[in-house]
Every structure is written in structure tokens, then in C-alpha cells.
């Protein structure tokens, strides 16, 4: 037998093989490997996939933009804040019914637009499924929260004392200016409110139109104010400020108080948004869009919440 047969031939059954594998400390190490690298990569993916929600937000309110510019044209006007009569106090006695509830035919939702009696108030059974409807183009991707809610009479404290009605959720709300929604605002919508763009002294790329409220901050809708509903956070998370607000605040937003776009001791009836980077995303009156960070120069945003100001800006904001 040749030397080359030989080491070709097989070893006998009971001579065992042996085959060297990984050491406790190389697997460790190993591990140790993986975990740096999702530590690497996971703010990355964050950071991919908020980009494609914030665009995503981008484009909505782009749209609603492009319907508020098609709604002015029509009627020399942008639609009203909200609608409602009042009593000999001021005080609303609806309908209610709110302006992103008026740009449906804008916004290719003629059906649900022509289903709406716009003279009965939202919480009337006579408009018991159109105001459950859910609109897509209303909701930021950055927000989970796309369940119907009940708009509710509540006592100063907060505490709920009864169901008016449920309504479909909206993330955006319109701008009512600096102080709390209502009766008559220095922002483009308010209560019966008739603003067109020549009535926009302050210039309509320095005003805000609306913005971004997530469900965290406050629940808002695209249906309207439900008159005698009070606003207030609904869970513990720490952000909204405890406090009770009225129903105008369903649809409309201000910049008062003291702290910028997005910061979570706002109030319920201001503008907050789930993107990174702290801040939430406006439409401007000439239908642009711009992210407005949280730490942004508090006068400068009060000063894009007005129409007609008189305030200087600073193009960098």
C-alpha cells in the first residue's frame, strides 16, 4: 500500500474526531459586537423612518394648503374657524361645525361634505355617521392614536361629567392666534371668522394657517367645536398641562403662553407633533410648510400666530 492510500484511508470507528469550537469569551466578544452595531444603527432607522413620517406630515398639510388657496379663490375668503350662534353672554350655541369640515369638496370628499347638515349641530343624530368618518390626510403617521373620541362635559378640575358625542380625530388644528381659542382671534380662524389673504397684513408666508396637535398633547378633530365639550389630557404621560379648555380648542390652536411649538407643559389647545427633533410642522397662509423647532425665539412665534401684527421677523426661524 502505497503512503498516499494510506492517508486516505479512514480511521477506525472508535477513534473519535475532534473539532475545536467558539470559547465562552469569543462568543461573548461576539455578542458584544452585535449589540454596538444595533447601537449604531438603530438611531439611524429612527432617523430614516421619522424622516418618511415627517414628509408624509409635510405633504398632508401641503394638501390642506393647496384646498384652504382652492376654498379662497371660490369665496374671497378662508372657511370660518368654526360656526356657531351665541347667546346674549357670548357664549356658543353651535352647530359648530369647523373649517376643515368646509374644505372636504377641496379634498376630494364631496360625499361626506354633501352627507354633513350644516345646519344641525355636530352632535345631533341626524349627523351621527358623518362625523365619525376617518380622513387619512388628517392624521400624522408620527401618531398612533386614530381611534374616534368622546367629546365630554367636564367640571373645572377636569373630571368628566358626561358624553356628548363621539367625533373622528384630526392632528391638525387651525391657528387661532395668541391667546385661546374663540370668540375673535388675531390668527386667521376663529368663531364665524371671514379672513382672506388681502386682510393677511403681516404678509401670508409670516403667518401660520395651522399646524400639528398629537393625540399625547390634546385630542383634536377635523369635525369642529361640540359646543359645551371641555378639553383636557386625558392620561398621565406628562405631556399637556392639566388644565381645562373649551371646545373651540377641538379644531383650533394658539401660540400663547411661554414656551415654544411642541413643548410638553403646552396646553391642551396649543400645537405639539411626535417628529425627533423637537418641534412640529405649520402651514403658512401661502400654502409653504416649515418645521418650527421648540426652542425657537418665543416672541418671533408668537409673532407668525397674528395676521396683522405690524410685528418685524427675521427670516430665520
Known amino acids: 500500500m502505497s503512503v498516499q492510500d494510506s492517508e486516505n484511508q479512514k480511521s477506525p470507528f472508535w477513534v473519535k474526531s475532534y473539532h475545536r469550537g467558539f470559547t465562552l469569551i469569543e462568543l461573548l466578544v461576539v455578542i458584544s459586537i452585535i449589540a454596538v452595531l444595533i447601537g449604531l444603527l438603530l438611531p439611524a432607522v429612527q432617523s430614516a423612518r421619522d424622516a418618511a413620517r415627517k414628509t408624509q406630515c409635510f405633504n398632508n398639510l401641503k394638501q390642506i394648503g393647496l384646498a384652504l388657496h382652492n376654498y379662497e379663490s371660490t369665496h374671497y375668503v378662508f372657511p370660518?374657524?368654526?360656526?356657531?350662534?351665541?347667546?346674549?353672554?357670548?357664549?356658543?350655541?353651535?352647530?359648530?361645525?369647523?373649517?376643515?369640515?368646509?374644505?372636504?369638496?377641496?379634498?376630494?370628499?364631496?360625499?361626506?361634505?354633501?352627507?354633513?347638515?350644516?345646519?344641525?349641530?355636530?352632535?345631533?343624530?341626524?349627523?351621527?355617521?358623518?362625523?365619525?368618518?376617518?380622513?387619512?390626510?388628517?392624521?400624522?403617521?408620527?401618531?398612533?392614536?386614530?381611534?374616534?373620541?368622546?367629546?365630554?362635559?367636564?367640571?373645572?378640575?377636569?373630571?368628566?361629567?358626561?358624553?356628548?358625542?363621539?367625533?373622528a380625530p384630526s392632528n391638525y388644528v387651525g391657528m387661532y392666534g395668541t391667546t385661546d381659542p374663540g370668540i375673535d382671534g388675531d390668527g386667521i380662524f376663529f368663531r364665524n371668522s371671514n379672513i382672506g389673504l388681502k386682510m393677511i397684513t403681516d404678509g401670508t408666508s409670516n403667518t401660520i394657517a395651522a399646524g400639528e396637535r398629537s393625540h399625547r398633547m390634546g385630542e383634536s378633530t377635523w369635525v369642529g367645536s361640540v359646543t359645551n365639550s371641555v378639553l383636557y389630557p386625558?392620561?398621565?404621560?406628562?405631556?399637556?398641562?392639566?388644565?381645562?379648555?373649551?371646545?373651540?380648542?377641538?379644531?383650533?390652536g394658539h401660540a400663547g403662553g411661554r414656551y415654544g411649538p411642541g413643548h410638553p407643559s403646552g396646553e391642551v389647545n396649543q400645537f405639539h407633533s411626535l417628529h425627533l427633533g423637537g418641534g412640529?410642522?405649520?402651514?403658512?397662509?401661502?400654502?409653504?410648510?416649515?418645521?418650527?423647532?421648540?426652542?425657537?425665539?418665543?416672541?418671533?412665534?408668537?409673532?407668525?400666530?397674528t395676521r396683522a401684527g405690524g410685528e418685524i421677523i427675521s427670516g430665520d426661524y
Open 234 to 252: 386625558i392620561d398621565n404621560d406628562g405631556v399637556g398641562y392639566p388644565r381645562t379648555e373649551t371646545a373651540p380648542g377641538m379644531i383650533l
Open 280 to 305: 412640529v410642522i405649520f402651514l403658512f397662509a401661502d400654502a409653504h410648510c416649515a418645521f418650527l423647532k421648540t426652542t425657537m425665539n418665543n416672541k418671533t412665534y408668537k409673532a407668525l400666530a
Open 80 to 167: 370660518p374657524g368654526y360656526i356657531s350662534n351665541f347667546d346674549m353672554n357670548l357664549n356658543d350655541t353651535g352647530p359648530g361645525w369647523g373649517w376643515s369640515s368646509m374644505l372636504l369638496p377641496q379634498m376630494e370628499q364631496n360625499s361626506l361634505f354633501n352627507s354633513i347638515n350644516f345646519q344641525i349641530p355636530i352632535e345631533s343624530g341626524v349627523n351621527l355617521t358623518s362625523r365619525l368618518v376617518l380622513i387619512n390626510n388628517f392624521f400624522c403617521p408620527s401618531d398612533t392614536v386614530k381611534n374616534l373620541w368622546w367629546s365630554m362635559k367636564r367640571e373645572p378640575s377636569g373630571v368628566p361629567v358626561q358624553q356628548i358625542c363621539q367625533v
